[in-house]
């Protein structure tokens, strides 16, 4: 079992990055370490070079994620974490598969439609191929596993068509260069959407710091936000089809039983009947609770910048002797020679 997956280092990771990631990472790497696999985190820096960034504050946000991940529970000595571009072979994997991957594949990627928006020629070339840099990623380190999201089941499924096109043109069956990697959507992983319109996800980008519960936000912070979250005037039902149409319900319903390790049913069943002047300051507790560990060992860490270094300086050294023998394999299999 080869665990892979990548997190954008840019802005402040919330609660959304938390329950529909970080968390299952934390449990993947003790699955992986139990089967005696391999479990790599790694921070997606050249991702987040293919739109606008601060080049100063680039440096100063991997480190801060670094601090969130470890704070959360990530394990430095059973996980390999790093960042990418501590890894020259991420973006050497990349140009070799940019002759397999082909435009029209790209093309169809619904993110790229959806970042590029109607000035796709004035979009940076990073963008339209950060798919290809995606499978380069995964495929680098032979990944059996790569969690993913709904939103990018697409871009997973693009890099096993790479694999097996790459495979068919230049290797053999018996001795193929890349292993395809299946999706790993775990059950317990929440869809946690803005506070301020349940039609959205809760996003880093969000304009509104009132949208997003950030896990560096202090207790009153978060009992503030929770307080002021858009509702509706209408009491919670007592069973989930009650819920239907009801956006902003249905998100605190599930922010709450993503906290609590429960079902929404389950939530339902005891605070059915009541309004959410009563469920509101019920939610905030759990967050705190849950949450305030996480804030606290985060703000710990965070300012020790010596050791955060020292975690990725170490995690890519480790990355670079994993990912070695795949990139000499895939230069070998296209002909091309280099000491």
């Known amino acids: 079992m080869i665990v892979v997956s990548g997190i954008q280092p840019t802005g402040k990771p919330h609660l959304g990055n938390y329950l529909g990631a970080i968390r299952n990472y934390v449990k993947l790497q003790d699955e992986a370490a139990a089967q005696d696999g391999k479990c790599l985190i790694f921070l997606a820096d050249l991702h987040a070079i293919s739109m606008p960034h601060e080049p100063q504050d680039l440096h100063a946000s991997t480190l801060e994620m ?14 390999v974490l790093f960042n990418q571009a501590q890894v020259p072979a991420h973006a050497e994997l990349q140009w070799l598969l940019m ?133 509706d005037p209408e009491p919670l039902p007592s069973e989930m089809a009650g819920l239907e149409g009801r956006a902003e319900a249905l998100n605190l319903i599930t922010i709450f039983a993503a906290l609590a ?18 469920f509101k300051p019920v939610l905030a507790e759990k967050l705190v609770e849950v949450l305030g560990p996480i804030r606290t060992r985060f703000v710990e860490l965070k300012e020790d910048r010596e050791a955060l270094d020292a975690i990725l300086a170490r995690g890519a050294s480790q990355a670079r002797e994993l990912g070695r023998p795949t990139l000499d394999s895939a230069y070998r299999a296209l002909g091309l020679v280099r000491n």
């Open 261 to 278: 390790e429960t079902t929404p049913d389950a939530v339902l069943a005891e605070y059915g009947g009541q309004g959410f002047g009563h």
């Open 66 to 79: 670094v601090a969130t991940l470890v704070a959360c529970g990530l394990d430095p000595a059973k996980t």
């Open 99 to 231: 002759g397999t991957a082909r435009m029209g594949w790209l093309n169809r990627m619904t993110q790229w439609k959806d970042k590029a928006g109607k000035n796709r020629e004035g979009q940076s070339v990073a963008l339209f191929s950060y798919p290809v840099l995606q499978a380069a990623d995964v495929l680098l380190y032979q990944a059996t596993h790569v969690p993913v999201g709904e939103d990018q089941k697409q871009h997973l499924e693009l890099a096993r068509d790479i694999a097996q096109k790459f495979n068919n043109d230049f290797a053999s069956e018996e001795a193929p260069v890349f292993t395809q990697p299946e999706p790993y959507i775990p059950k317990a992983a929440a869809r946690i959407m803005s506070l301020r319109d349940g039609s959205r996800k809760m996003s880093k980008s969000e304009p509104s710091d009132m949208s997003r519960i950030n896990l560096s936000d202090t207790a009153d912070e978060m009992a503030q936000k929770v307080k002021k979250a858009k509702t």
